[in-house]
């Protein structure tokens, strides 16, 4: 899908940037010391800057828009995770002289240029004659000259990432803890910039609109169920009654640590069947490199396009059972227990993609998705107007048309 995408590919990226992907990923996302990083940073914005911007929403009584606050967050969080970088997309409490956007600088401008890169690109995919854009690109002319004047934006900002980190690991030696750095501190082989810098993008890329896009429409769908809120919050209190002080990654006393979310089985079952009907990723796409038969029996030949459909495969009665259009949270538990998560096949629960490319951020995204859900519905209610009726729009990810929004209460009991 995203073949061409800033010149090359992005989850797609070949060769050289690939291996460096993958091998950051093999050696950092294994550690505990990176998922006690990511929870901590995950943790550090969702209490200094998402839930007091809620918190400012119950004071004014303004709706906001839930999905653009969620892209906000899960950039600024992506950009701390992968490189200690914060673009500072949300205002921090006490700094907030406006909630709509906090900086005017060039980080701003960078996730302006992101956004309009990432939809101007997946434009190409929508001309009646396939390849026209390769005639605009050629003559530099309307949305191709905006595309490659955003990707000129994204390429320098994400350079100047690297430069510094290249240059602090020079002077300094490497105490940080990011992906990014604490990657290129461990390995002898060196990597061009290049390379590095299709690694900070294809990052960036697969954080900030993936875990939004699942929240969005998990907030929405719990608007209409408030048992499985209900069934949620009574979870999330349990885990809080077993609190032990002194005990956890989380040096504060309100949020979660990464031992209390994975007692959240239900809460993880919610959010899976949530992504199993709304998956961030609706359809996915490959080049095929080489003859192959797939394990139905069709034959695929080098150079055909092929894609799935998970947004479909999310609901076919063929995989899901008859009610597989249903929201229904308990078809995650374990059926004997009845409390448990009982994980299913990636093949069947496409939503991470399955094989040697399924998504490496996935633990990662539920550390920040359990953290969010928990952390905001012990607190507050999000109530969305009954009649709202989102539209999709195609896009990388499957995102709401308006924007997803909300009044935001506190929570009376
Ligand atoms: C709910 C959240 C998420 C979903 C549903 C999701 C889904 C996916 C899917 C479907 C792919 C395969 C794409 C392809 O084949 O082209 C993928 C790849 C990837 N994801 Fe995620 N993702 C999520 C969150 C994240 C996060 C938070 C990160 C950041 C750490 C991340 C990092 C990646 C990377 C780097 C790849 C490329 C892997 C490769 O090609 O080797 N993802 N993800």
């Known amino acids: 899908m995203l073949h061409d995408f800033l010149g090359r590919g992005i989850f797609n990226v070949d060769g050289e940037a690939w291996r ?17 990083f990511v929870a901590q ?42 490189f200690d970088h914060d673009p500072r997309q949300l205002p921090d409490d006490g700094d907030a002289k406006s909630d709509s956007r906090s900086t005017g600088t060039a980080s701003r401008r960078f996730a302006d240029s992101f956004h309009d890169a990432a939809n101007l690109s997946v434009g190409r995919f929508r001309y009646a004659l ?20 955003s990707i000129a934006m994204v390429h320098g900002y994400a350079d100047r990432i690297i430069r510094s980190r290249l240059e602090e690991m020079s002077k300094q030696g490497w105490e940080k803890h990011d992906l990014l750095s604490s990657f290129m501190a461990s390995q002898s082989d060196s990597y061009s910039e290049t390379a590095l810098r299709d690694v900070v993008i294809s990052f ?12 969005t429409w998990f907030f929405w769908l719990l608007s209409s169920r408030p048992d499985v809120e209900s069934r949620i919050r009574d979870e999330v209190a349990a885990v809080r009654a077993r609190r032990t002080h002194g005990h956890g990654d989380v040096d504060s006393k309100v949020g979660f640590d990464l031992d209390e979310l994975r007692e959240m089985h239900y809460v993880h079952a919610a959010i899976t069947e949530s ?14 490199q080489a003859a192959d038969v797939l394990l139905d029996g069709t034959a695929v030949r080098p150079g055909w396009f092929m894609s799935y459909n998970s947004y479909a495969m999310g609901r076919m009665e063929s995989i899901w059972g008859e009610d597989a259009k249903e929201f229904r949270p308990e078809r995650w538990l374990d059926k004997a227990e009845g409390t448990l ?65 909300v009044r935001v209460k506190a929570r009376v009991n």
């Not at 960036?204 to 929240?215: F, K, M, N, V, Y």
């Not at 992504?275 to 095929?288: A, C, E």
């Not at 991470?352 to 607190?379: N, T």
């Open 204 to 215: 960036l890329l697969a954080g900030r609109e993936t875990t939004s896009s699942a929240l």
């Open 20 to 36: 460096v992907q993958r091998k950051a990923a093999s050696y950092e996302f294994t550690t505990r010391s990176l998922r006690v």
């Open 275 to 288: 992504l199993r009907l709304y998956p961030p990723v609706p359809v996915n796409s490959l080049n095929v």
């Open 130 to 149: 396939p390849g026209f854009w390769k005639i605009k690109k050629a003559l530099n002319l309307g949305s191709e000259r905006r595309l490659s004047e």
């Open 41 to 82: 940073s995950v943790h550090l914005e969702l209490h200094s800057r998402l839930l007091p911007l809620l918190r400012r929403a119950v004071r004014s009584g303004h709706l906001i828009d839930l999905q653009d606050t969620l892209e906000r967050y899960a950039f600024d969080n992506i950009c701390r995770v992968a």
């Open 341 to 405: 998560f009982r994980p299913q096949s990636p093949f069947r629960y496409v939503a991470f993609h399955a094989g040697p490319r399924i998504c490496i951020g996935k633990e990662m995204a539920y550390i920040q998705m359990k953290s969010i859900v928990a952390s905001v519905l012990e607190e507050l209610e999000l109530e969305v107007d009954g009649g709202y009726s989102p539209r999709q729009v195609p896009s990388l990810t499957l995102r709401m048309a308006e924007g997803l929004p």
